[in-house]
């Protein structure tokens, strides 16, 4: 078992910056590819972005790329979303998520995550 707990959403103008922290704890953290994903009302939740246990590829998705970076600490059992250029659409719950793998191409899908936090609210006004 895997437990995530995100944190540092909150209200933020358009053009602002958020740094949203996702605690993990439980069984071998590095073993996991980690993503963000996040959900707007009214909306099916979506991919973000996505970073291997150890070297590999990281993936955003199309509407984030050169905005928002993720990183992880292993050492804290830590996974981070850096977000700059915030936009009123970027408005949502994010999520975390552990998905088993050592590989290096973590998942874009959310069926393929096993664990997930509980959500942080964004908002973005204009």
């Known amino acids: 078992q895997v437990q995530l707990v995100e944190s540092g959403g909150g209200l933020v103008q358009a053009g602002g910056s958020l740094t949203l922290s996702c605690a993990a704890s439980?069984?071998?953290?590095?073993?996991?590819?980690m993503g963000w994903f996040r959900q707007a009302p009214g909306k099916e939740r979506e991919f973000v972005a996505a970073?291997?246990?150890?070297?590999?590829?990281?993936y955003y998705a199309d509407s984030v790329k050169g905005r928002f970076t993720i990183a992880r600490d292993d050492a804290k059992n830590a996974v981070y979303l850096q977000m700059n250029s915030l936009k009123p659409e970027d408005t949502a719950v994010y999520y975390c998520?552990?998905?088993?793998?050592?590989?290096?191409?973590?998942?874009?899908?959310?069926?393929?995550?096993?664990?997930w936090g509980q959500g942080t609210q964004v908002t973005v006004s204009s």
């Open positions: 439980g069984r071998s953290f590095s073993r996991y590819y």
């Open positions: 970073i291997p246990w150890y070297g590999g590829l990281i």
């Open positions: 998520a552990a998905g088993p793998s050592a590989g290096p191409f973590p998942s874009r899908l959310r069926h393929e995550y096993d664990y």
